[in-house]
């Protein structure tokens, strides 16, 4: 299997290749455009809202050895029962309640886009919000409808509610807090868009744990609300580890559609001992709030910026001229990301996450320097 020089292998022919390509594979695939990651070694990177924080060395200690007792010539538990189960100790989860897993969220959005995905259903979604609502719609063949939020980005309920009663939507997508906006929908809202919506509701509460609201507890009481979290935001981007929280009726059905190992067995070691180490994450999240509110004064304070009020582990802020500002940040080895082009409503916009302290001043630095 090992092969020190490359050997020549015959090859068809390119033009024959790309013909077949363009015959078979769906027309609306090939317009796409794969989702973009930036390069980022040697970095600071404070574009895709991780958790700057490496855990403390006594737990990768722990991680190092659940890790090494996983028998990994054996499939996963395809239920991951152990990862539920922590995740119901560790969180408010209703008695009663069920969960599904994801790898990542992200993967979730799209099994409970494909559960939805019948001739007639739509998807609905205030924007800008979450760019993966549209884009497993689109795979879906499902109608997206965008409301869009009012100008201080909060949420337009009354948009929402016309929208909703116009389109009946089977599937209407809340993140709150809001990526890119770092808003919060109020809670009355959300109950009044679970009245109105005839299909199912998901609360996107990604970045839940930086702010102070969440229905994870009361998810139960409605008949039409899926919770949706993630691991990633909180400090195990790189483990890929989202969940649903719903009745058990609706978590059935997309537990269905989902693959059937999607959560390998490494990561299903790892998040019951991270879950069972509650402390040290909580810690880590309120240092990033306490910098939050230092950073966003600090940013508020230069001329011609705003700062959108933020419940998120990120600020999103408007500058004189976002596309100069991203290219000196990137000169400087600072990554953030740039919004500006991308949506109407966020023009000149970029969204910087919370880094370290020593991030957070390498940022201010570096804008002292160049504006
Ligand atoms: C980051 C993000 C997700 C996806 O996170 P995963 O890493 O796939 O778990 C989902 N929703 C929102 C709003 C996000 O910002």
Known sequence: MNHAQPIPAPRADEAEVAARVAATVRADVRSLTAYHVPKADGM????????????PAALRRTIAAAVARVGLNRYPDGAGDAVKAALAAALP?????????????????????????????AVLSPEPTF????????????????????????????????????????LVWLASP??????????????????AAP??????????????????????????LVVLRTLSKVGLAGARLGYAVAHPAWIAE?????????V???????????????????????????????????????????????DANFLLVRVPDADAWFERLKERRILVKNFNGSHRALENCLRITVGTPAENRALLAALDETT
């Open 254 to 262: 997309f537990d269905k559609v989902r693959s059937p190992y999607n």
């Open 178 to 195: 809001n990526n890119p906006t770092g808003r919060r929908a109020g809670t009355a809202s959300i109950e009044r868009i679970l009245a």
């Open 44 to 55: 600071v990177m404070l574009h895709a809202n991780e958790n700057p924080h490496p855990l």
């Open 199 to 224: 299909g199912v509701v998901v609360v996107d509460e990604a970045y839940a744990d930086f702010g102070d609201a969440s229905l994870l507890p009361r998810v139960l009481e409605f008949p039409n």
């Open 131 to 170: 760019a993966m609502y549209r884009i497993y719609a689109r795979q879906s063949g499902v109608p997206y409808v965008a409301v869009p939020l009012r100008a201080d980005f909060a949420l337009d309920e009354d948009a929402m509610l016309a929208a909703i009663a116009r389109e009946r939507p089977a």
């Open 264 to 310: 390998n067995a490494l990561t299903q070691a790892v998040a019951p001992v991270v879950l069972a180490a509650a402390d040290v994450l909580s810690e880590q999240v309120a240092a990033i709030r306490a910098e939050r509110q230092a950073l966003a004064e600090a940013l508020a304070a230069r001329p011609g910026v705003t700062v959108v009020p933020s």
């Open 93 to 121: 989860v209703p008695q009663g309640a069920a969960i599904v897993l994801g790898n990542g969220s992200d993967e979730l959005i799209q099994v409970l886009t494909t559960a939805v995905a019948r001739p007639g259903a």
